[in-house]
T-cell receptor, first 113, second 109 residues
């Protein structure tokens, strides 16, 4: 089976812009979770979608949003970008909701200037 | 809330040395426990997992045992290789993955 894919792999934006990241889960997986990785804060949970519904949400401002489509592909959007949003954004897919055994994609590295 | 504490790195070892990376957790309920590995420029790879007390997860020579009495899930490998150089993350799962801060392992030839 193909693994989790994320596009784009690298992105450079300026403050105030918005960005959309995409994630395609492993075939058959209906759960997609998003994590932010930074040197200072480490790995932090953003949100999880399962069967097109947001199931869990981390402690991030409303500028961070997401959605999931009927084919389980997911997108994450960040509006009004701030310098502190520079990070590696990781997507993970799983068969069930709730964090059990997730498989990660290679990530999208976002740099905000 | 739930949290994971793992030993601070970096850890530097010679090839064929014994590896231990300590991990302890605080959780409500009985979470599943995981070790993930991250190579430079890549995402996280699932290394091993354990879903209940006394379970031992193992993969590629790495092992970790779910110890409920000490709330620990220490990672061990008997003989490390240069190719094991990476960052290792301990994590628990309870509605979401909660990660430790990661331990950088460097193995020298």
């Amino acid at each position: 089976k193909a693994g989790v894919t994320q596009t784009p792999r690298y992105l450079i934006k300026t403050r105030g812009q918005q960005v959309t990241l995409s994630c395609s889960p492993i075939s058959g997986h209906r759960s997609v979770s998003w994590y932010q990785q930074t040197p200072g804060q480490g790995l932090q949970f953003l949100f999880e979608y399962f069967s097109e519904t947001q199931r869990n949400k981390g402690n991030f401002p409303g500028r961070f949003s997401g959605r999931q489509f009927s084919n389980s592909r997911s997108e994450m959007n960040v509006s009004t970008l701030e310098l502190g949003d520079s990070a590696l954004y990781l997507c993970a897919s799983g068969e069930t909701s709730g964090g059990e055994t997730q498989y990660f994609g290679p990530g999208t590295r976002l740099l905000v200037l | 809330g739930n949290s994971v504490t793992q030993m601070e790195g970096p850890v530097t070892l010679s090839e064929e040395a014994f590896l231990t990376i300590n991990c302890t957790y605080t959780a409500t309920g009985y979470p599943s426990l995981f070790w993930y590995v991250q190579y430079p420029g890549e995402g996280l790879q699932l290394l091993l997992k354990a879903t209940k007390a006394d379970d031992k997860g193992s993969n590629k020579g790495f092992e970790a045992t779910y110890r409920k009495e000490t709330t620990s899930f220490h990672l061990e490998k008997g003989s490390v290789q240069v190719s094991d150089s990476a960052v290792y993350f301990c994590a628990l799962s309870f509605y979401k993955l909660t990660f430790g801060k990661g331990t950088l392992l460097t193995v020298n030839p």
